[in-house]
Nanobody, 126 residues
Framework: QVQLVESGGGLVQAGGSLRLSCAAS????????MGWFRQAPGKEREFVAG????????LYADSVKGRFTISRDNAKNTGNLQMNSLKPEDTAVYYC???????????????????WGKGTLVTVSS
C-alpha cells in the first residue's frame, strides 16, 4: 500500500519561510516523479512544483518560481518543498503526489498523478 505523508505546514507571516516534507512508503520512490500541488479555499487544486525521479529536472508554477525549491532524497524516500518569501496568496492545503509512469517527465496535471498524500495546511498571514 502506497502511503504519502506530508508535514511541515503551519502558520507563518508574510515574508517568512516553511519547509514541507513528504515521506513515501510502499512504492519504489526513486522510480517515480514527484509533484507538489495546492488547493486554496474555494479554488481548484493547482500544480506548484515537480521533480523527476533522478532529481535532475524540476518545474515550477510561475506564481512560485524563484521563491520555492523542490528537492528529493531517494535514499530516504522523502521529498521536500522549501518555501521562501511566502505571500498570503500561498495559503492553501499542500499535497505531494507521485507519478509512477513517467519518472523522467514532470507532470503538471492532477490526472497524471497516481498517488496522493492527505495534505498539510499552510497559512500565511498578512
Amino acid at each position: 500500500q502506497v502511503q504519502l505523508v506530508e508535514s511541515g505546514g503551519g502558520l507563518v507571516q508574510a515574508g517568512g519561510s516553511l519547509r514541507l516534507s513528504c515521506a513515501a512508503s510502499g512504492w519504489p520512490f526513486a522510480s517515480a516523479a514527484m509533484g507538489w500541488f495546492r488547493q486554496a479555499p474555494g479554488k481548484e487544486r493547482e500544480f506548484v512544483a515537480g521533480i523527476t525521479r533522478s532529481g535532475g529536472n524540476t518545474l515550477y508554477a510561475d506564481s512560485v518560481k524563484g521563491r520555492f525549491t523542490i528537492s528529493r532524497d531517494n535514499a530516504k524516500n522523502t521529498g521536500n518543498l522549501q518555501m521562501n518569501s511566502l505571500k498570503p496568496e500561498d495559503t492553501a492545503v499542500y499535497y505531494c503526489a507521485l507519478d509512477r509512469n513517467m519518472g523522467t517527465v514532470v507532470q503538471t496535471t492532477q490526472g497524471a498523478m497516481d498517488y496522493w498524500g492527505k495534505g498539510t495546511l499552510v497559512t500565511v498571514s498578512s
